[in-house]
């Protein structure tokens, strides 16, 4: 083999291997998901929710959060109406929730209060949560998600969550009017 053709071959390789490289890290953030809130809150449930066994896209996950999100989870303390904080990197809730991706789950948005100022949004976010995409509701609760938009995109820079309990029911306000709360609203 000549040298030149020995080097055209390794040039071709790196080519491919940079061209490939550049396609991947081109791939996330879809538009789609960072161009708007409901984007954003749509891939937020969308990235968790899948079948048992079922890969979640922990990269599209990645392509949602700033760079070191806070994420914090709550829980309760057995025997006890004490609840613990516990702050956590996005790598390591998905380390914690494997085994929750493993069973399937499904968690949708059903209602959503949000409020702006400049470039920060507060939402809050009202969720469910089945076993199957169209079972019976399992829990509910409500995230707390503040974004970001640095003028071209939207960014959670952190969330926590609590999930609704006995004692613990979401106010009214967090959750979808029924159609009889608007009867007769436009007549």
């Not at 994420?71 to 380390?95: C, N, W, Y």
């Not at 914690?96 to 789950?105: C, D, K, V």
Request: hydrophobic share 35%; aromatic share 10%.
């Amino acid at each position: 083999m000549s040298v030149r053709l020995l080097w055209l071959s390794a040039g071709l390789l790196v080519f491919v291997l940079c061209n490939r490289g550049a396609a991947y890290a081109a791939e996330y953030p879809l538009r789609s998901d960072v161009e708007s809130v409901d984007g954003i809150i749509r891939a937020y449930y969308d990235v968790i929710s899948g079948p048992a066994g079922a890969k979640r896209d922990l990269r599209r996950d990645e392509s949602l959060h700033f760079p070191d999100a806070q994420i914090i989870v709550l829980k309760r303390e057995p025997g006890s109406d004490r609840t613990v904080a516990r702050k956590l990197t996005l790598r390591q809730f998905h380390e914690l929730s494997a085994p929750i991706f493993e069973q399937g789950i499904y968690e949708t948005e059903i209602h959503r209060v949000q409020e702006r100022f400049g470039s920060i949004i507060h939402v809050w976010s009202t969720y469910e949560t089945r076993a199957e995409p169209q079972g019976r509701p399992l829990r509910r609760g409500v995230n707390s998600i503040q974004l970001y938009h640095d003028g071209s995109r939207f960014w959670i820079t952190s969330w926590i969550y609590d999930a609704e309990r006995p004692g613990q029911q979401i106010p009214a306000r967090y959750l979808p009017k029924r159609p009889s709360d608007t009867k007769g609203a436009g007549d």
